[in-house]
């Protein structure tokens, strides 16, 4: 299916393509959600616009998707990266924590953070548009050690992922 005008795509009934499922744009002979590939030779954007009307090369992937050799897709993994405005603030002192994920894909990662001390969820944060979560522990923490780590619950386009871990100490 090629598309030499760059019209958006639009479900044809006598191609048994369907219409679209929410957050994606159909099923291809590549399957894939969001990005697909029809008739093995053209790919269009989730909003529905042609991407290329070339083949892909065979084990290529689709935007926002790992593809294996088998034809299947797996969620990308986020990286990032957990950082506290103090490691050792006086006990009950106000600590933000910002949870800064890279989507290593052009589709940004959006959600909740859950921020967690001793694997105890302490409060939770939504991404910006520039993929950070900030929270701010104004209660502060009681005199000791606390392990600090932020966790993203994946969805269909990112797995899950757990920051690296802060220790905080305070007096």
């Given at each position: 299916?090629?598309?030499?005008?760059?019209?958006?795509?639009?479900?044809?009934?006598?191609?048994?393509?369907?219409?679209?499922?929410?957050?994606?744009?159909?099923?291809?002979?590549?399957?894939?959600?969001?990005?697909?590939?029809?008739?093995?030779?053209?790919?269009?954007?989730?909003?529905?616009?042609?991407?290329?009307?070339?083949?892909?090369?065979?084990?290529?992937?689709?935007?926002?998707?790992?593809?294996?050799?088998?034809?299947?897709?797996?969620?990308?993994?986020?990286?990032?990266?957990?950082?506290?405005?103090?490691?050792?603030?006086?006990?009950?002192?106000?600590?933000?924590?910002?949870?800064?994920?890279?989507?290593?894909?052009?589709?940004?990662?959006?959600?909740?953070?859950?921020?967690?001390?001793?694997?105890?969820?302490?409060?939770?944060?939504?991404l910006d548009g520039s993929e950070d979560a900030v929270f701010v522990r104004t209660a502060g923490f009681s005199a000791g050690t606390h392990t600090i780590t932020a966790t993203y619950p994946g969805n269909t386009r990112y797995?899950?992922?757990?920051?690296?871990?802060?220790?905080?100490?305070?007096?």
């Amino acid at each position: 299916m090629t598309n030499p005008d760059q019209q958006p795509w639009a479900p044809d009934p006598d191609r048994r393509v369907g219409t679209p499922p929410s957050g994606g744009i159909g099923t291809g002979s590549g399957g894939e959600r969001g990005t697909s590939v029809f008739d093995g030779n053209a790919t269009f954007r989730e909003d529905g616009s042609l991407l290329t009307s070339a083949a892909r090369p065979a084990g290529g992937s689709a935007q926002g998707y790992n593809r294996s050799s088998a034809g299947t897709t797996a969620p990308l993994t986020p990286t990032g990266v957990l950082s506290a405005t103090s490691l050792t603030p006086a006990a009950l002192a106000s600590v933000t924590f910002t949870a800064n994920l890279d989507s290593v894909s052009s589709f940004a990662i959006t959600g909740v953070v859950t921020f967690l001390r001793n694997g105890v969820s302490i409060g939770t944060a939504t991404l910006d548009g520039s993929e950070d979560a900030v929270f701010v522990r104004t209660a502060g923490f009681s005199a000791g050690t606390h392990t600090i780590t932020a966790t993203y619950p994946g969805n269909t386009r990112y797995s899950a992922f757990t920051t690296n871990a802060l220790t905080v100490t305070t007096a």
